[in-house]
DNA sequence: ATGCCTCAGCTCCTGAGA
């Protein structure tokens, strides 16, 4: 089973790319997130003529998130219950046994900033919810833009970005409380090149300089890390001509 | 350098992203 997750910054935009990466990647079930597309407005048949399903939960302008997957997804739920968000993030439904939560984080803009506090609140509601569906879902995978650097591997400029936003000890220490409930960063289960990065910013040639973060994750719970072969993350559609800043992660269970 | 790209929208500038 290979499950997956890909900031799409746009999925108006970026459609015909996501449609090509599922022929070349048959994933049993992605996520995207930052759609930026409302409802009424998502290019739902265009997925179904794949042959995939789709839920989607999705508002004007802003982030926005959907699951792709080969079975249909049960028991969907949008956003986590009894956190009220005005902010579509959180999507997940079971595939084929599997808990499946796809989350597009909160950026936090600035440790200082409303934003941030507002990320704090998420993260602790999260938290709580996880609990939850953990109890309720052994086998579960979280995946998503997390917005959150784990540790200093995943920042080009560890130094320069010291406690700058995705690189702060509050969100490394959520990310850490994430962990602690019996999940494990499915990226670290394995040997990994230096300067690994699943995002690039569209300025300054990032991308070519690989002057990156590693934001995007997937987490497995106790139940599934024995079952986990691999975790990549694939760097080919940041090379495509008009790409979204983040690259696709794809996890490998038997 | 509160920029540099990219995207959406009350679109020809602004807010937000990370």
Known sequence: MQLATWNVNSLTVRLPQVLDWLGANPVD?????????????FPREAIEATGYHVSYFGQKTYNGVALISREPGLEVVKNIPGFEDDMARVIAATVDGVRVI??????????????FAYKMRWLDALHAWLGRELAQHPRLVLMGDFNITVDDRDVWDPVGLKDTIH??????EH?????????????????QADKSFSWWDYREFAFRRNRGL????????DALKPLVQSCTIDKAPRKNERPSD?????VTLN
């Open 167 to 172: 690189c702060t000890v509050q969100e490394r």
């Open 214 to 221: 590693r934001i995007d994750h997937i987490l497995v719970s």
């Open 246 to 250: 983040h690259a696709p992660v794809v």
């Open 175 to 191: 990310f850490q409380n994430l962990i602690d409930l019996g999940l494990h960063d499915a990226y670290r289960l394995f040997e």
């Open 29 to 41: 079930a992605l996520v995207l997130q930052e759609t930026k597309t409302t409802d009424d407005k």
């Open 102 to 115: 796809g989350a597009y984080f909160p950026n936090g803009q600035a440790p200082d900033s409303d934003k």
